[in-house]
Nanobody
Framework: VQLQASGGGLVQAGGSLRLSCAAS????????MGWFRQAPGKEREFVAA????????WYADSAKGRFTISNDNAKNTIYLQTNNLKPEDTAVYFC????????????????????WGQGTQVTVSS
């Protein structure tokens, strides 16, 4: 499975970016996909996730109200619309996918995911 993330860039505080991540290499659609980020000197942290079968979503507190995750099952692609970006959102954003999971458990931990993309840099200037 390959995950190709794109859409990062340099934006001023208050601006927006739309990240995309396409999964390929398997005929079935992922069970869930998510976004994580890692800032310099910090650990990787959860941002948002979506269960592809029914669109159920989860967000980190830092993302609620500003970021929206969505998916296009026909393209095995997820998107992260990021609005009102802040300098503290600066990080490398990674997408991840899993093809299995428990319906009654959130999919918000790194260990819930089996496949990872290469990351896309988001830089927010003040």
């Amino acid at each position: 499975v390959q995950l190709q993330a794109s859409g990062g860039g340099l934006v001023q505080a208050g601006g927006s970016l739309r990240l995309s991540c396409a999964a390929s290499g398997r005929t079935s659609s992922p069970y869930a996909m998510g976004w994580f980020r890692q800032a310099p000197g910090k650990e990787r942290e959860f941002v948002a996730a979506i269960r592809c079968s029914d669109g159920r979503t989860w967000y980190a507190d830092s993302a609620k109200g500003r970021f929206t995750i969505s998916n296009d099952n026909a393209k095995n692609t997820i998107y992260l619309q990021t609005n009102n970006l802040k300098p503290e959102d600066t990080a490398v954003y990674f997408c991840a996918a899993t093809y299995s999971g428990s319906y009654f458990r959130p999919i918000t931990r790194s260990e819930d995911y089996d496949y990872w993309g290469q990351g896309t840099q988001v830089t927010v200037s003040s």
